[in-house]
């Protein structure tokens, strides 16, 4: 039943006196964790409407912008709660290729089934957790006649190498992620202990764990991000349930044990219930939910720059204009946990919400005008974010700071400066995103960009030619406005080149660093610019 919140409070309140309806209301918390699971649960409760309807005769509100309301008969509230808590742990698991078997005691015969097990990113919330049978019975509490079919049973499916043990179980093995979380009519009871998250107060609250609240990192200073939470943390059985729910709907990265999670977030409720459901699934692997763009990431920055830029490459590409302007409105929230034996740690949090300038330098770098060239390029951030990745080093740590930078729209010069020196590889791809960032993101004229670019260039052409890198990293190795300047004059003579009066006419003590990195930078890129190499990186 759809309507509007106060006819359908009006309606429950009378079924509440007539047919002893109860209102469960999930209200928002503020806290991205618990609401996203809000949304989690709602969509759980769509999927399956009739079901619950069949079931337990629930009258599901639209979902509003600060609570989720379902109407349910109270003495149906328990089952209610054990069906969606079981819903939701069924979406976490999936269905193995190995195979067991068990007992159906009903029909007095075996079944052979296929194991199961948590879906791999759900293994880092739910660390610990193993598929289990409701029940078992001992193998020699078997009758002969039960014993015959077992064994009939066996060979009858050999190719499955099926494991007997000495206890049979009598069920599909099944999750049971946690005892504490069993929510019912008793722990709905109003009472004077005050809920960590949504501050209603009830007689029965459960303890915080990570399993509950993944931000959890340490003890009670630096217990979670979130310092306004106090050091007694305690939830009611709704946001218990919410909890589990958190990462129902997100977008997730795994690489050399370090899970990323991504979050589309709005305050409202309802409106990320939408934004969700309309952007859905980006692609899909065991070990990645978006598009990696044939990138390869494993930290947070980096990986949140690729999901952005899967999210933008879908929407332009279904044109979905309205959702492409609503979802600039919205924030992004990304966690990076990594994974230690059997300790599973949150170790950065990041809040995005610059969505709509990033879109906007994306957009331009598809189309990028070159100075002096007469035609358009574009940037191929595939080929531009695999240049960066340090093969000598085996890791991406300053591809990640460079995102980082990026994503904060700060200057990036001294990074990339320092990766041309330390790979001495280049490619033209950094050639154009050094062009458009720093004219649209640090502000630069495009006049000083090319003359920077061309002086750069010739020293950079000319050291090569003397097979030289001195000049460069005299350059490099500038610490003040004067040094600079005396080195550029110093260079000039034994590498017979000339420079445009406009570069010292805009020098001043606050710039002189950008005309510096610019210069170093484009100086690197030209001796260290092989052709043949570009292209092989490049195929």
Not at 101 to 127: E, G
Not at 240 to 253: E, I, Q, R, T, V
Not at 344 to 360: A, D, G, K, N, P
Not at 416 to 442: G, P
């Amino acid at each position: 039943m759809l309507c509007v919140i106060g006819d359908y409070m009006t309606q429950l309140q009378a079924q509440q006196t007539n047919n002893n309806f109860t209102g469960i209301v999930f209200k928002k918390t503020g806290n991205f964790w618990i609401d996203n699971g809000i949304v989690g649960l709602y969509s759980i409760l769509i999927s399956h409407q009739a079901h619950f309807e069949q079931l337990f005769g629930i009258q599901l509100s639209p979902l509003e912008t600060d609570t989720l309301i379902v109407g349910v008969n109270q003495k149906c509230t328990d089952s209610f709660f054990a069906e969606l808590k079981r819903l939701l742990i069924e979406s976490f698991v999936y269905e193995t290729n190995n195979y067991g078997f068990y007992y159906d005691q009903a029909s007095n015969r075996f079944v052979l089934s296929r194991k199961r097990d948590l879906r791999i990113d759900k293994k880092y919330y739910f660390q610990g957790f193993v598929p289990k049978p409701d029940g078992k019975i001992p193998l020699k509490g078997l009758s002969v006649s039960v014993h015959k079919e077992l064994e009939n049973f066996l060979v009858k499916n050999k190719t499955y190498k099926l494991s007997i043990e000495n206890e049979i179980p009598t069920s599909k093995m099944i999750f049971a992620l946690s005892n504490k979380t069993i929510v019912n009519s008793d722990m709905l009871r109003p009472g004077r202990k005050p809920c960590s998250f949504c501050g209603d107060r009830f007689k029965k609250l459960i303890s915080l764990d990570r399993m509950h609240f993944p931000l959890l990192v340490g003890f009670p200073n630096l217990k979670t991000f979130y310092s306004n939470l106090d050091s007694e943390f305690r939830l009611c059985g709704k946001c218990s349930l919410a909890a589990l729910a958190g990462s129902y709907k997100s977008y997730f990265s795994i690489h050399n044990a370090y899970l990323s999670c991504f979050i589309l977030y709005d305050p409202d409720l309802s409106e990320m219930y939408r934004l969700q459901s309309e952007v859905g699934a980006l692609t899909g692997n065991p070990y990645g939910n978006f598009d990696k763009q044939s990138v390869i990431t494993t930290y947070l920055y980096e990986t949140l720059f690729v999901f952005l830029l899967s999210l933008f490459e879908k929407l332009r590409c279904d044109s979905k204009q309205e959702w492409f302007n609503r979802i600039t409105a919205k924030k992004i929230i990304g966690i990076l946990a990594l994974k230690q034996g059997n300790t599973v740690i949150v170790e950065h949090m990041v809040e995005f919400s610059r969505i709509t300038e990033l879109f906007v330098f994306f957009e331009k770098s598809r189309n990028l005008p070159l100075i002096g060239r007469g035609k358009k390029e574009a940037i191929e951030w595939t080929a531009f974010l695999n240049a960066l990745y340090s093969k000598t080093d085996e890791n991406s740590v300053l591809r990640n700071h460079i995102c980082e930078r990026i994503l904060n729209f700060t200057k990036t010069n001294d990074l990339l400066e320092e990766y041309l020196f330390r790979s001495e590889r280049t490619n033209k791809n950094l050639f154009y995103f050094i062009r458009l960032y720093n004219k649209e993101v640090a502000g630069m004229e495009e006049s000083m960009i090319a003359l920077c670019a061309a002086i750069g260039g010739e020293i950079g052409r000319k050291s090569k030619a003397k097979d030289t890198k001195g000049f460069l990293y005299a350059i490099r190795n500038c610490r003040c406005q004067s040094e600079f300047i005396k080195i550029l004059s110093q260079i000039q003579f034994p590498l017979e080149i000339s420079y445009n009066r406009n570069l010292f006419d805009s020098l001043r003590e606050e710039n002189w660093e950008d005309y510096k990195s610019l210069i170093s930078i484009f100086a690197a890129n030209q001796f260290f610019y092989n052709p043949k190499k570009e292209d092989a990186e490049n195929e």
